[in-house]
T-cell receptor, first 114, second 109 residues
Framework: EAAVTQSPRSKVAVTGGKVTLSCHQT?????MYWYRQDTGHGLRLIHY???????EKGDIPDGYKASRPSQENFSLILELASLSQTAVYFC?????????????FGEGTRLSVL | GQQVQQSPASLVLQEGENAELQCNFS?????LQWFYQRPGGSLVSLLY???GTKHTGRLTSTTVTKERRSSLHISSSQITDSGTYFC???????????FGKGTLLTVTP
């Protein structure tokens, strides 16, 4: 069964610390995405990737790095976590970038930066 | 950049009533999708509808591309329909989905 698995599901981090959010997909999809959701808002794209070892900037990449070491895995890295990065983060994968087939989303990671 | 506006921001219905959700976007959409997010949960795709009218179950989406708008009609709402509904679009050759802020639907007994 197609799946996108995120870990951890929740995390508390300290300001200035390093945080790594992981995403694993078993869908054999080329495209993977990291989105951020803030309370009362839609999702905003942080980074995406369409092939292993390559990442692209989304709409709000500042303060975030991404890594795609394999087709299945896509990580989001916060080198110096800040209070403003408290949010829910969603990973998604899709077969193509054209979204005529809907992306599959993970369950989300709730990040609190204190 | 691309912008997506949804209305209403929130909607409260009694079970059995119909819901009409609206989505307006700032540029021509080549892809248009509706998503559902259960409270505290993930997003699931409901309908892919870049133009025309699409049905699935109690859901009907109508997208008028020239007028840059789409609607989602939910008939005979159920308590389990409660959650947030998002409209998301892709414009031109851009591969990025741009989401609206969502409509929070609450269905009461």
């Amino acid at each position: 069964e197609a799946a996108v698995t995120q870990s951890p599901r929740s995390k508390v981090a300290v300001t200035g610390g390093k945080v790594t959010l992981s995403c694993h997909q078993t869908n054999n999809h080329d495209y993977m995405y990291w989105y951020r959701q803030d309370t009362g808002h839609g999702l905003r794209l942080i980074h995406y990737s369409y092939v292993a070892d390559s990442t692209e900037k989304g709409d709000i990449p500042d303060g975030y790095k991404a890594s795609r070491p394999s087709q299945e895995n896509f990580s989001l890295i916060l080198e110096l976590a800040s209070l403003s990065q408290t949010a829910v983060y969603f990973c998604a994968s899709s077969e193509t970038g054209r979204h005529n087939q809907a992306p599959l989303f993970g369950e989300g990671t709730r990040l609190s930066v204190l | 950049g691309q912008q997506v506006q949804q209305s209403p921001a929130s909607l409260v219905l009694q079970e059995g009533e119909n819901a009409e959700l609206q989505c307006n976007f700032s540029s021509t959409a080549t892809q248009l999708q509706w998503f559902y997010q259960r409270p505290g949960g993930s997003l699931v795709s409901l309908l892919y509808n870049p133009s025309g009218t699409k049905h699935t179950g109690r859901l009907t989406s109508t997208t008028v591309t020239k007028e840059r708008r789409s609607s989602l009609h939910i008939s005979s709402s159920q308590i389990t329909d409660s959650g947030t509904y998002f409209c998301a679009m892709v414009g031109g050759s851009n591969y990025k989905l741009t989401f609206g802020k969502g409509t929070l639907l609450t269905v009461t007994p």
